[in-house]
């Protein structure tokens, strides 16, 4: 199955660390991808790979990957943090299904 | 800097055919695969398809009857046709970079730059 499973929403308290995870049997096989999205705004990548980010994102975004399970962790969660989340990846048949999507609000 | 500026009709009548194109500014064009992505009203993405400068396509099994993606390569353009539309199709459509990274035995895979995004509504 190329589908991935994301928890719909999580909280994190300014400041303190939040563990995103995405789920999925193709995850064995490939790492993930992470994308934040802000209302009314495109994607964003922020993690890619076994744990690279691109240029401007910030180093509190972190990734890792167990399993069928690939977590985004983000240490020291700020205000502008609160978004949706997305985790995407390649399946053995070249697709590239989403997750469902986790909103994160920054208490 | 690369940039991706799409564009297409924004509202279609159930049973027409979407059409949407993506133009690519300021990179290359050749080196990738290029991706459409959706995302209906309230809800999450839906990865829709992807095309290469040689023409080479994957498609999301749940689409591919009714999905063409296509390129012009003399334009560093690729474009997005989805036939017989209903309200289900209503979506913010984005065109996105499909980056590739190989690291050792591994490959990486994601999405780094994406369009703004098209509005698209299905409605009688």
């Known amino acids: 199955s190329s589908e991935l499973t994301q928890d719909p929403a999580v909280s994190v308290a300014l400041g303190q660390t939040v563990r995103i995870t995405c789920q999925g049997d193709s995850l064995r096989s490939y790492y993930a991808s992470w994308y934040q999205q802000k209302p009314g705004q495109a994607p964003v990548l922020v993690i890619y790979g076994k744990n690279n980010r691109p240029s401007g994102i910030p180093d509190r975004f972190s990734g890792s990957s167990s399993g069928n399970t690939a977590s985004l962790t983000i240490t020291g969660a700020q205000a502008e943090d609160e978004a949706d989340y997305y985790c995407?990846?390649?399946?053995?048949?070249?697709?590239?299904?989403f997750g469902g999507g986790t909103k994160l609000t920054v208490l | 800097q690369v940039q991706l500026q799409q564009w297409g009709a924004g509202l279609l009548k159930p049973s027409e055919t979407l059409s949407l194109t993506c133009a690519v500014y300021g990179g290359s064009f050749s080196g990738y695969y290029w991706s459409w992505i959706r995302q209906p009203p309230g809800k999450g993405l839906e990865w829709i398809g992807e095309?290469?400068?040689?023409?080479?396509?994957n498609y999301n099994p749940s689409l591919k009857s009714r999905v063409t993606i296509s390129v012009d390569t003399s334009k560093n353009q690729f474009s997005l046709k989805l036939s017989s539309v209903t309200a289900a199709d209503t979506a913010v459509y984005y065109c996105?970079?499909?980056?590739?990274?190989?690291?050792?035995?591994?490959?990486?895979?994601?999405?780094?730059?994406w369009g703004k995004g098209t509005t698209v509504t299905v409605s009688s």
């Open positions: 095309i290469n400068h040689s023409g080479s396509t």
């Open positions: 996105a970079r499909n980056g590739l990274e190989r690291r050792g035995y591994y490959y990486y895979y994601y999405m780094d730059v």
């Open positions: 995407n990846s390649r399946d053995s048949s070249g697709n590239r299904p």
